[in-house]
């Protein structure tokens, strides 16, 4: 089979050539200029520690924030910069006191790390957890709103709600589930770690308790930079999982949480510095900026999507409008079902290995099944899907 055409945008990446990378949802992957930023970031460091430390790094760390700030819309003092979406999510949790039998709602299509973290949380202090089935494939938002709400009770205190679910690719109805669930009284943690970069996020106006993103994934920013906003009224129970110095600090004209914040240890800040670079990187490589972005990613997610279902005899399981940038495939009934998550598919090996492809593939239980998920980003073409369906029709026998 003949190699994929590249996007006329790849050369921004430092991505293997020989690799058709349609796994950007794991991990992101960060442009060559953003590398080099970060570097820049590094040295300035070791020039003079002490100087960049002490007098510099706090209005470095501010002018990510109100970078941030601008793109999400929020209040800058609402942020706290920390290392990924699951520090953010523990953050959180680990914050909160629960009495037992309180009720933390989850749907089942959460990102496993992050729900261990309620597991771990709920039996420490007795709360319960409701996991809420949410049906794949799916016919519209309003099922998976229908579900949530009918899973609230009385003793319901916290919901984690994702934007796009993780396993099926689903863009959810978040903005009416905080609605709805703060109205209730329930606190909502919004897991935005598929967030910032792929989909408007209007945060103050959302009016979510908490919510975490990883600038790392769609916003192509450096590994390790994501942030934590938490809403004023929260903001004296919530302490990073390290305490340092900025629980004494004298308060001056800041907040706690500030101080708690923005000093936990010494730590490589040169990720969360290069952010306000990497947003303006991104938003020059083509006409009309990050909408601009966020549209072509999301046509070429459907475009691929349809190439693969045509090609493989699949249907689509679930409606564009649950579409954000990733889209999540069954693959035809009948294949090798039942192999255990954290297990390596060996279809998976197969594309990467024979075909040079990256694409997660994997078991799931609910519904039973064997899944794959590709991504959309600006460094992607569309005969890389061309390519994926052919590779998976020729495996599998179609
Ligand atoms: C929904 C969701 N939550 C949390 C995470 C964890 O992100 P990180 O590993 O950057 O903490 C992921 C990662 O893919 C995710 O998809």
Redesign the pocket.
């Known amino acids: 089979m003949q190699h994929p055409t590249r996007s006329g945008l790849a050369h921004h990446w430092s991505l293997d050539e020989n690799c058709v990378f349609l796994n950007h949802?794991?991990?992101g992957a960060t442009p060559v200029e953003i590398q080099k930023e970060q570097r820049t970031w590094q040295q300035k460091l070791e020039h003079e520690p002490v100087r960049f430390y002490e007098d510099l790094a706090m209005g470095f760390m501010e002018a990510t924030r109100s970078a941030l700030a601008g793109f999400v819309h929020c209040d800058p003092d609402d942020l706290a910069l920390v290392?990924?979406?699951?520090?953010?999510?523990n953050t959180i949790l680990r914050s909160l006191t629960f009495n037992e039998g309180d009720e933390i709602l989850v749907p089942d299509h959460?990102?496993q790390?992050?729900r261990n973290a309620i597991d771990f949380v709920a039996e420490r202090w007795g709360a319960v957890v409701v996991t809420v089935n949410i049906p794949f494939p799916i016919d519209e938002p309003s099922t998976v709103i229908d579900l949530i709400m009918a899973g609230v009770s009385e003793r319901t205190v916290l919901a984690m709600i994702?934007?796009?679910?993780?396993p099926t690719g689903l863009l959810m109805p978040f903005e009416r589930l905080v609605e709805l669930l703060e109205g209730k009284g329930v606190s909502v943690l919004l897991?935005a770690?598929?967030g910032i970069g792929m989909i408007p996020l209007h945060l103050d106006e959302m009016g979510a308790s908490y919510t975490?993103s990883?600038c790392?994934?769609w916003l192509c920013a450096p590994k390790g930079s994501?942030f934590l906003h938490v809403r004023k009224d929260h903001q004296e129970k919530i302490h990073p999982l390290t305490i340092s110095h900025g629980m004494t600090f004298p308060l001056g004209d800041t907040t706690r949480f500030r101080h708690e914040f923005d000093w936990t240890g010494t730590r490589d800040i040169s990720a969360w510095c290069s952010i306000p670079a990497t947003i303006d990187c991104m938003a020059e490589m083509i006409d009309g900026g990050w909408p601009a972005i966020m549209q072509h990613n999301h046509d070429l997610a459907m475009k691929g999507r349809e190439i693969l279902c045509d090609r493989l005899g699949i249907e689509a399981p679930c409606p564009e409008s649950m579409i954000s940038c990733i889209a999540t495939m069954m693959l035809p009934p009948g294949e090798l079902g039942g192999i255990p998550l954290h297990e390596p598919d060996p279809l998976h090996s197969v594309l990467q290995e024979k075909y040079g492809i990256q694409v997660p593939v994997w078991s799931w239980d609910s519904p039973k099944g064997r899944y794959f998920r590709i991504s959309a980003q600006l460094y992607n073409h569309e005969d890389e899907y061309h390519y994926l369906a052919e590779a998976l029709a020729t495996e599998l026998g179609l």
């Open positions: 949802g794991s991990f290392e990924n979406a699951t520090t953010g999510v959460a990102y790390a992050c994702d934007t796009v679910t993780s897991d770690a598929h975490t990883n790392h994934k994501a």
